[in-house]
């Protein structure tokens, strides 16, 4: 092998190290968006949830990161009986017959559109962090 070709496989060797280290990173990077997401979802979640008893309030939670072939995943959801209703509205029913509706507060929705946002926000700072830690 001439003096040429060792260098070609260094410098390939090297960019493949580069781009293993650079897979780590983003599935640490999944998990951490993901995380930092779902939290300020829930904390905004349970900031605009209509508060009677407190019951409602206390019940939202997220399950822990899933890693799957497609990437990650993470849930927001609360276990009170009747978030459903409240999130979405019910009718009122009174002897069998509708006597009205309740509109929905759409609080999850809310939600979800800040974690939007704050994945958007928190992917590019963790996209900056990667290229200034590669040198790119």
Request: aromatic share 8%.
């Amino acid at each position: 092998m001439g003096s040429n070709a060792r260098r070609n496989k260094a410098a390939i060797d090297q960019y493949r190290k580069e781009l293993e280290s650079m897979v780590k990173d983003i599935k640490e990077i999944d998990k951490k968006v993901l995380n930092k997401s779902l939290n300020i979802g829930l904390r905004e979640v349970k900031r605009i949830t209509p508060v009677k008893s407190g019951h409602m309030r206390e019940n939202w939670f997220t399950n822990p990161v899933k890693e799957s072939y497609d990437g990650v995943s993470k849930e927001l959801f609360n276990i009170a009986d009747y978030a459903s209703y409240v999130n979405y509205g019910h009718r009122i029913v009174s002897n069998g017959k509708t006597k009205g509706f309740v509109k929905g507060k759409f609080i999850l929705e809310i939600a979800i559109t800040k974690v939007d946002k704050a994945m958007v926000e928190e992917f590019k700072k963790a996209v900056e962090e990667v290229n200034r830690k590669h040198g790119k």
